[in-house]
């Protein structure tokens, strides 16, 4: 399956559900429909990359219920809320949940389109700053227990000297470890190694 | 004494015993006035009817009479002859046509005389007392009222003087004997007295009194008459026969008695000298004349004592007679007078009722005229009874239809009937008023029959029905206002729903039309795909557009004409309106509906409207109803040939007991936001079709409502 971004259609009513997939082949996005929350979670493989169109008011498992699930997940597609008869609390419910818009019905198809492919470029960002991070703690976890612990003491702010009084090591190999750290977190000056600290929750 | 004994005795032997000569013939009776008693009466008298029965040879008899036996002997002709005094005699005379034949010669001290008069006097002492017109203010005694020469002679002597005796005098009194009268004056008992001639004289000649003791009022000289007079000169008693005494037997008496003047041994000579040719009695009829005396005075009390002795009977019965006429006719006039009372009493009450009823009231003849009318009906109409009395009514009140078409005097309900006695209750006329406008009434109109059973015509009530037209119209409008203010209640629930309903359609067709056009743009879409999207499109602002109507339908003021409905449609049609709520709500909607139902003649907004509560509420009562259960069933079904039933079935928790009883009536509810119309306002829609809305019982869970509606039979079979 090719992971190239397609727009998930959530939404029980056919016709709006229809509509909507031409609309995204009229532009020429891919795009699958689902006709309620409970069919597009089973179906649907969280590392596929796209947006995720959902109507709010759905028998069974509403739109809200289903981005509340979504949350859950480390990563998935941006989702936009469609609602025939929003309210504020409602979208700001749903903002606040992390969704990437709240439009109602019926919309502006280009406003809908502007969103669309906001969310899939969102959806592409999150996905590239997920793979450095991911990226970060493969290099993170090849160091060792004394270098991850030069590490922390390192983004703490330590000097080396200190570090070496506190791990009761010379300050040269202190000095080694560091250089060891900095080079298998692929990091050229101190501050990369805060900002990957920050990311690795270390701080 | 002895000598009166002896003659006594012989009289009764006489009578008892009578000669046997004259057994078989009858006796001739004398009547005499018996004024001194009857012994002196036989004494006087039997020689002189010796004398006759001897002289006569015929059996006289002598009948004593007192003053009260005169008349009765008279007129039952008990006596063919009578010995009265002048007085009597001339009463009778006048009575009974008596006659008199002789008149007596009184032997009167020593002088025979025939003629006698009243005497006045008082005592000589007197001074002041000279002539008659001295006499006033005196007190005054006489004899007898009813004695001739002891008062009545003087009487008439005074009234010529223009004296009444029993006016005039201080004192009147009657002492009943002559020599009593001169005694009481003597004694100075009275101041003035009178008597008959002679007595006073006699009574000096017995030594009784002097007579130079007294004075003579008004003294009378007379040549041939010796005694002192103060009156007029009148003749002594007749002897007279009675009419039916025959005249060959009076003259016989008569010769006989005159012959008797010659002194005769029969003669009393102590008592009277015999008989003389009769005298002229016109002195005394004058007397009695001017003293307005019997028989010149039918009051005198003789005479009403005679005529009640006579008529004792004939009077009472009289009496009687005229009392209970006189109690009769009062009891009649009363009587009278108390119908006459209760005839108006009656009348006023008749009137005051016919008045005071505020519906009008009229009565009309068998031809069609107007015979009266009340005062209500001209208040209400403007017609006075003149304008209306005694003319063709149907002309006047009842000429045109509501709808301005006429209205023939041959189809007016008030002439039927009093053809066929059948009482008529019209509920939807007109009337029309003087002015010329109408107004809408409700009226009956019943036969009138007479005692006899014959109809005579027609009375008419009416109403003037505009304010009950009025307040029913308000009613009805009223009602509109109320359903429609739910319906609007209704939809503003459902907005939300029917909001999003809408949205759909719409929303799918921009969407679709938007993305027609970046594919044409792109040059990407065929024709196939095109035609496929607009056809999508043109669906789906179809059945916006369905909603829409339907919408704008149910919003609408109903529209008080009914039409054929299918039933089965229009359930589809509600069910498009709360599909919204059917998906919010979960709920499985199932339709058992029966394909060959009949139509029903109603009014389609309200009939959905009914469906709509009824599944609304159905809806409502599911939310506590585990998803998977929440079932709303919606059946039709045809009841006979005549109904059909609709029912709506749901899973929900049911109605409550408590609850039931008030189910339908208006601001009951078991919902936090429900208003408690629905039920209220369908029960008075399916109540306005006829038709019957209830709450069915369920064996299982949840609750049937179901309304049935007649079906119009006529308008099916077109």
């Known amino acids: ?203 | 004494m002895n000598s009166k004994k002896i003659l006594l005795l012989f009289f009764i032997i006489l009578i008892i015993f009578p000669p046997h000569s004259f057994a078989y013939e009858k006796d001739i009776l004398i009547g005499v006035l018996s004024h001194r008693g009857d012994k002196a009466t036989f004494k006087h008298w039997s020689a002189t009817a010796e004398y006759l029965s001897n002289t006569l040879n015929k059996t006289f008899r002598i009948v004593p009479l007192d003053f009260n036996q005169v008349d009765e002997a008279i007129k039952k002709e008990k006596v063919d002859f009578l010995i009265v005094n002048s007085g009597i005699y001339v009463n009778m005379e006048v009575k009974y046509r008596i006659s008199r034949l002789v008149t007596m010669n009184n032997l009167v001290n020593h002088h025979s005389l025939n003629v006698f008069g009243g005497v006045v006097f008082t005592r000589k002492d007197r001074k002041k007392i000279n002539n008659l017109s001295d006499i006033k203010g005196k007190s005054f005694i006489a004899v007898d009222e009813t004695s001739l020469g002891g008062f009545q002679m003087v009487w008439r002597k005074l009234n010529e003087h223009k004296i009444n005796p029993y006016k005039d005098f201080s004192k009147i009194a009657f002492a009943g004997i002559h020599d009593n009268v001169v005694m009481a004056v003597l004694l100075g008992e009275y101041d003035v007295g009178t008597v008959r001639t002679n007595i006073l004289e006699k009574m000096a000649e017995d030594g009784l009194i002097d007579l130079s003791d007294f004075k003579i009022l008004s003294p009378v000289k007379h040549d041939t008459f010796p005694f002192l007079l103060s009156t007029r000169l009148y003749p002594e008693w007749p002897f007279s026969k009675l009419p039916h005494t025959s005249n060959q037997l009076a003259q016989q008496v008569a010769v006989a008695l005159l012959n008797k003047s010659i002194p005769h041994p029969s003669n009393d000579k102590r008592f009277y000298s015999g008989w003389t040719v009769p005298l002229d009695y016109q002195e005394v009829h004058k007397l009695f004349q001017e003293l307005k005396l019997a028989p010149y005075n039918k009051r005198t009390p003789f005479t009403l004592r005679d005529i009640i002795r006579k008529y004792w009977t004939w009077l009472l019965a009289t009496l009687i007679f005229i009392l209970s006429m006189a109690i009769m006719s009062s009891w009649v006039f009363k009587l009278n007078r108390q119908l006459k009372r209760s005839k108006v009493d009656l009348e006023r009450q008749h009137d005051l009722v016919l008045n005071s009823v505020c519906d009008g009231i009229y009565g009309v003849d068998t031809e069609g005229h107007c015979t009266f009318m009340n005062k209500s009906m001209v208040n209400m109409t403007g017609w006075q009874p003149e304008d209306l009395i005694g003319k063709k009514q149907h002309e006047y009140l009842h000429h045109t239809h509501p709808d301005g078409t006429p209205h023939p005097s041959d189809e007016c309900p008030v002439y039927h009937t009093y053809h066929d006695n059948i009482t008529r209750f019209i509920e939807d006329d007109v009337f029309w008023k003087k002015n010329g406008s109408s107004f809408p009434v409700e009226y009956s109109s019943s036969s009138v029959r007479d005692s006899s059973g014959k109809t005579v015509g027609s009375v008419v009530v009416f109403r003037d029905i505009s304010e009950r037209k009025q307040a029913e119209e308000a009613a009805r409008k009223y009602r509109a206002d109320l359903t429609h203010m739910a319906r609007i209640n209704t939809l503003g629930e459902m907005a939300s729903g029917i909001a999003h309903e809408l949205n759909q359609p719409l929303t799918a067709i921009a969407t679709n039309a938007f993305a027609s056009i970046q594919m044409l743009e792109s040059g990407s879409a065929n024709t196939e795909k095109l035609i496929d999207i607009l056809e999508k499109i043109n669906h789906q602002a179809e059945h916006s557009g369905e909603i829409i109507r339907h919408l704008r339908q149910f919003i609408r003021k109903e529209q008080p004409e009914r039409s054929l409905i299918d039933l089965n449609e229009l359930i589809e049609d509600v069910l498009l309106m709360i599909k919204p709520d059917i998906n919010r709500s979960d709920v499985k909607v199932v339709r058992k509906f029966d394909l060959h139902l009949k139509k029903v003649l109603a009014q389609p907004i309200q009939i959905d409207q009914v469906i709509l509560n009824l599944c609304r509420n159905a809806l409502d009562a599911m939310n506590d109803t585990p998803t998977e259960d929440r079932i709303l069933t919606i059946a039709t079904q045809s009841s006979g040939d005549n109904a059909v039933i609709v029912s709506i079935e749901d899973t929900g928790s049911g109605v409550k007991q408590d609850i039931r009883e008030g189910l339908f009536d208006p601001f009951v509810t078991s919902k936090a936001n429900g208003m408690g119309l629905g039920l209220s306002i369908s029960m008075g829609i399916i109540d306005a079709h006829q038709g019957k809305l209830y709450l069915d019982s369920k064996p299982s869970m949840g609750a049937i409502f179901r309304f049935a509606l007649p079906i119009n039979q006529e308008n099916n079979n077109k």
Do not use: W
Not at chain 1, 6 to 17: A, K, L, P, Q
Not at chain 1, 51 to 78: F, N, W, Y
Not at chain 1, 168 to 195: I, N, P, W, Y
């Open chain 1, 1 to 203: 399956m090719s992971n190239a971004a397609t727009v998930f259609i959530v939404d029980d009513d056919e016709e709006v559900r229809s509509a909507l997939q031409l609309l995204m082949e009229s532009v020429g996005l891919p795009s699958e429909t689902f006709s309620s929350a409970q069919i597009f979670l089973e179906q649907f493989d969280l590392n596929r990359s796209g947006c995720i169109i959902v109507d709010v008011r759905m028998p069974g498992m509403s739109g809200l219920d289903l981005q509340a699930q979504l949350a859950t997940e480390k990563l998935h597609p941006p989702i936009i809320i469609i609602t025939g008869h929003g309210d504020v609390p409602m979208a700001v419910r749903a903002v606040q949940a992390g969704a990437i818009d709240f439009i109602e019905k019926p919309f502006n198809n280009q406003a809908m389109l502007d969103s669309v492919h906001r969310a899939i470029e969102k959806d592409a960002q999150q996905r590239g700053e997920v793979s450095r991070l991911l990226d970060i703690e493969a290099h993170f976890n090849e160091l060792t227990p004394r270098e991850k612990e030069v590490f922390q003491y390192v983004v703490e702010g330590k000097r080396n000297k200190v570090i070496a009084i506190d791990m009761g090591v010379s300050q040269s190999t202190v000095e080694a470890h560091r250089a060891k750290v900095m080079e298998k977190m692929a990091a050229a000056t101190l501050s990369d190694l805060m900002r990957m600290a920050l990311l690795l929750d270390l701080l």
